[in-house]
Every structure is written in C-alpha cells, then in structure tokens.
C-alpha cells in the first residue's frame, strides 16, 4: 500500500531524514513515535509530496515518488495522489467562511469537479460518524478544537482516500477534546482504514497499531508490534522515550 525505501530529505546543509524506511499495508495502521524534532511530521509530509525529497522513493499503491517530488510529478498524478492519501494536519486547517457541512463537501466538489447534489448526503453521513450532525451548519468559529478536528477528519474522508495520515492529531487539544477525536480515529481503524499516525498518545499506539515505528534524529530506531516495542524494546532511544512519556 505504502512503501518508503531509503528516504533522505535535506534541509539547507541539515539532514531531515537520514534513510527512513518502512511499509504499512492495506488496512494497517502505523504509529510513529519519537522525541520531537525526529523528522515525524517531514516523513508524512513527503508522503503526501507536500515536501520535496533529496533521496530514495516512495511509493503509494501504483503512484511512484522520486527525488525532488512535487517538480518530478505529473500534476494529475499529484492531484489523484492527494486524493487517495487524506492528511489530518496538527492544526485544523478548516475554512473558515463555510459551515462544517461545506468544509466536508469542499474535497470532492472543487477536487473532485462533482455537485453539491451529489456530495451533500454523503457529507451529512461522515459528520454523523464523527459525531457531528448536529453541528452541520456551524462555522468553526463555532465550534470547539475537538469539534472542528472530527470536522477536518470527515473532511479527509469525503474523498474516499486509500490512507489517512494524522500529523499529531490532538497535539493542540485538551485531554477531553483529544479523548474525542482519538475515539474517532480509533473507529476508522476498526472499520479498516488504512493509517500513518504520528502521535505521542502512548495508549492509543499500545492499543491500535499494527506496527510501532521509533524515530529520532531523522532515522527509523526501532519498529515492531507494539507488545514488543512497549513490552521488551531493544534501542536505548526507545526506552528512554517510554520511560519520559510514562512520567
């Protein structure tokens, strides 16, 4: 499905990511965790070829990344590519002149090329999964930091994407709010949905994921099913950041 082979990115004379390599399958969800500043956002950001790449490939299902990224892409290839690969960034990104009902809709009525008539009811339908029906003529002013993240995760739904990547989804939340939409989150992965999660919610990797991959220092440290990486990790950069998270 996903498949990330030596990836290097450059910043200046920096090394974001230093030969970062995994694979997440159909249906799978992957956690990434890591102290900050280990090149977890960047990995999803190239991904989703919002950033360029100095070295190594990436491949989404038949879609094929190179160096140099979005400047090397066909802009149909980019335009079905973001298409299939949903992200739910840190912040919510919402627009903030349409109600959650339009900012849902946005996706396949300006990405898509298709009507109002045709998006509304499914829309509707992805807001009363997240909870939010109710709420559907709210602009996000209007709403709270929870409310308008589920907004932003039917959003990334509205297109029916193979994979959604989750930039530290409750990072800028409290713990009631984050609560919610980690709730949310954890249904998609009942339900299948293929997803990359960068999270420092230990509890939600613990219980979720498929694999659990370590970052630092822009490299992959240690991946595995999360019994292992909780329960018996082998990189002294592992442990040190379970025991810290766990204080």
Avoid: W
């Avoid at 109002?116 to 509707?124: F, P, T």
């Avoid at 739904?157 to 989804?169: C, Q, R």
């Amino acid at each position: 499905m996903i498949a990330v082979n030596d990836l290097v990115k450059n910043h200046g004379t920096t090394r974001i990511l230093d030969g970062v390599s995994l694979a997440v399958e159909r249906g799978e969800v992957a956690t990434i965790i890591g102290p900050s500043g280990g090149g977890k956002s960047t990995l999803l950001r190239c991904i989703n070829a919002l950033e360029p790449f100095q070295g190594g490939s990436i491949k989404v299902e038949d879609r094929q990344l190179f160096p140099e990224g979005p400047t090397r892409i066909d802009p149909t290839m980019l335009r079905q590519l973001r298409q299939r690969v949903g992200m739910v960034f840190q912040q919510f990104n919402l627009f903030p002149h349409l109600t959650a009902l339009e900012n849902v809709m946005a996706g396949p009525r300006y990405a898509q090329g298709k009507s109002r008539g045709e998006v509304e009811a499914n829309a509707m339908e992805l807001l009363r999964r997240v909870g939010l029906e109710s709420r559907s003529h709210a602009r996000p002013e209007k709403l709270s930091g929870g409310q308008q993240q589920r907004v932003a995760i039917a959003r990334a739904l509205a297109v029916n994407p193979a994979a959604i990547l989750f930039d530290e989804p409750t990072s800028s939340l409290d713990p009631r709010m984050a609560d919610e939409v980690m709730g949310v989150i954890t249904d998609l992965a009942r339900g299948g949905q293929t997803m990359i999660v960068v999270t420092h919610v230990m509890a939600f990797a613990r219980r979720v994921s498929k694999n659990v991959h370590v970052m630092s220092a822009g490299k992959i440290v240690e991946s595995g099913p999360p019994e292992r990486i909780f329960g018996s990790a082998t990189h002294a950069t592992t442990r040190e950041f379970l025991q810290q998270a766990e204080q």
